[in-house]
């Protein structure tokens, strides 16, 4: 399904064009997203296919590069494809947003215009400058969220700022250094430390680490179980509440 067709001139604007298409393909998907350069696949038949897209469309950029209205001998040839497109969008209504890529590109005048073209002059347009192309991007790509029902959903974007301020990790065999630079909320349960050659820290909270084996001496109680297994390098330091004393019946 098409919603968003981009209008554009070869040699004028094909390259705000490339861009304009890879960002929004990237928020909403490739298919929501008509380019005829790279939507039209080889051997299909060319003017049914790009009129059939354009008339499933939703909203029609058309992006008007600093000599697009040079082109006039051309947009006042019946057989110009820039000229057939918009001409088509006005016959569906279907929006128009004209696109001024450049910071020479200035709004439309209607004494510029073939008579046929003169209400693109009318439509209200959105700048875009390749020296900012990323906050163009942007506004193109929130502008067409808020204009086609149903792109919000599938935005990217808008699905990463729903992410919550949260850390989940899932640690399998490490051999080295594993860091959490955040904290945790929450108990760790079943934690296996292997191959740490430094100093392991906590934070705070509470970390439970089972064992069905117990090396050692002595067995400690708090307010609850450690255990340790295998072979340590360097010095374990607890800090328990209250413990109970008990003789040492040398176990």
């Given amino acids: 399904?098409?919603?968003?067709?981009?209008?554009?001139?070869?040699?004028?604007?094909?390259?705000?064009?490339?861009?304009?298409?890879?960002?929004?393909?990237?928020?909403?998907?490739?298919?929501?997203?008509?380019?005829?350069?790279?939507?039209?696949?080889?051997?299909?038949?060319?003017?049914?296919?790009?009129?059939?897209?354009?008339?499933?469309?939703?909203?029609?950029?058309?992006?008007?590069?600093?000599?697009?209205?040079?082109?006039?001998?051309?947009?006042?040839?019946?057989?110009?494809?820039?000229?057939?497109?918009?001409?088509?969008?006005?016959?569906?209504?279907?929006?128009?947003?004209?696109?001024?890529?450049?910071?020479?590109?200035d709004r439309l005048d209607k004494n510029d215009l073939p008579k046929e073209l003169a209400r693109l002059a009318d439509l209200q347009s959105i700048p875009f400058s390749t020296h900012d192309a990323e906050a163009g991007l942007k506004s193109l790509g929130d502008l067409v969220a808020d204009m086609v029902p149903g792109l919000r959903d599938l935005d990217r974007d808008a699905a990463s700022s729903l992410v919550p301020d949260s850390v989940v990790n899932s640690i399998g065999d490490v051999s080295g250094t594993a860091v959490q630079s955040r904290d945790f909320t929450g108990d760790v349960g079943g934690t296996v430390i292997k191959g740490a050659g430094g100093p392991v820290h906590t934070g705070q909270g509470d970390i439970y680490q089972n064992s069905r084996h117990v090396s050692g001496g002595r067995q400690f109680s708090g307010n609850g179980m450690t255990y340790f297994e295998g072979d340590h390098h360097g010095d374990i330091q607890h800090r328990f509440g209250e413990p109970d004393r008990h003789e040492d019946d040398g176990r």
């Fill in 1 to 105: 399904m098409t919603d968003v067709f981009i209008n554009y001139r070869t040699g004028d604007g094909e390259k705000t064009a490339t861009l304009i298409d890879q960002e929004l393909s990237r928020r909403f998907g490739s298919g929501r997203i008509f380019r005829a350069s790279k939507s039209i696949p080889p051997g299909q038949a060319y003017p049914e296919t790009l009129l059939t897209k354009l008339r499933q469309s939703t909203v029609i950029l058309a992006v008007i590069g600093p000599d697009w209205t040079n082109f006039r001998a051309r947009l006042g040839n019946p057989e110009d494809w820039v000229r057939k497109e918009l001409l088509e969008a006005f016959t569906c209504e279907l929006p128009v947003v004209p696109v001024l890529d450049g910071r020479k590109t």
